[in-house]
Nanobody, 128 residues
Framework: VQLQASGGGLVQAGGSLRLSCAAS????????MGWFRQAPGKEREFVAA????????YSADSVNGRFTISRDNAKNTVYLQMNSLKPEDTAVYYC??????????????????????WGQGTQVTVSS
């Protein structure tokens, strides 16, 4: 699968953005999906994840209550709605996909090394 992330940009603190990740192919519903981010000089970190059916979602403590992940399998797209943005949310955001068992994914959804496919990243900059 090929992933194309979009929707990043420059926004003031307190603002909102919605990131999209469009996937190629007809098997999108087989993939569990995740969003990760990487700020300059920092390691890549988990943001949010959603199961292949969309029934299960997870998010990092740092974005809980502010970010929401969702997907539309008919459109081969996963979204990350980001509200109440803070300067510390500034990073390149990446979407990622993996095919694995539900049990395994429930244990590894927040580990970027477990994902097999990655989009190119989209820059999010939050000004104070």
């Amino acid at each position: 699968v090929q992933l194309q992330a979009s929707g990043g940009g420059l926004v003031q603190a307190g603002g909102s953005l919605r990131l999209s990740c469009a996937a190629s192919g007809r098997t999108f519903s087989r993939y569990d999906m995740g969003w990760f981010r990487q700020a300059p000089g920092k390691e890549r970190e988990f943001v949010a994840a959603i199961s292949r059916s969309g029934d299960s979602t997870y998010s990092a403590d740092s974005v809980n209550g502010r970010f929401t992940i969702s997907r539309d399998n008919a459109k081969n797209t996963v979204y990350l709605q980001m509200n109440s943005l803070k300067p510390e949310d500034t990073a390149v955001y990446y979407c990622a996909a993996v095919v694995t068992t539900p049990w395994e994914w429930s244990r590894t959804y927040d580990k970027w090394a477990e994902y097999d496919y990655w989009g190119q990243g989209t820059q999010v900059t939050v000004s104070s």
